[in-house]
């Protein structure tokens, strides 16, 4: 279902997970939330290295992850600061800890609002999507994207406002933006999260 481009750095790991109810009927339990707060404990971590090098996957297609256009991750750690970084809903919570602590940044697409075939690949110029309920628009030129029958609808930056989770979703696709330079750090990040999801009941299968 999934059909990823050659790249020199990507270390792509994706999976598809079935929750066992809305998740609109399934808020985030006490556990969970504590993981999205300064000082949580886990079993994987990000430091300069992480950050320096999923910034230089960003870069590879001629992307600036720079100000607004900074990898997803790295606004993660600003909001876990400064005790912005809330609960939304089971699913989003469970990738907001594990890109927190991992230092990756994490897509979540709703398989019932995405639409098959799927592919990975760089944006091209005047690729662009709304990303928020506002109506704001990101550039994706240079960017590595995730794409489904409509166009480009998630990457390592914002996703696409089309194709995000609501309380209705029940299927999601979840790709975590790994790279090369990091060996092994994003299947270490997925089996943690792989943990996080089964402990919430819901059915994980990766994606080949």
Known sequence: MLTVDNHPLLDLVAFTSSFPAPLGDLPAPDWLQALLKPGATAPIQSDDAVRGAVRDLLRHGGYKPTGRGKPASEYLVRASGDGTLGTINAAVD?????????????????????????????????????FNASGQTIDLEGLLCLFDAQGPCANAVKDAQRTKTDATTRRTLTLLWGTKELKGHAERAFTWYRELLERLGATVEPVR
């Open 94 to 130: 469970a990738c907001n800890a594990v890109s927190l602590h991992s230092g990756l940044p994490i897509s979540v697409v709703d398989l019932d609002r995405a639409q098959a075939p799927f592919r990975v690949s760089t944006a091209i110029q005047g690729d662009r999507y709304v």
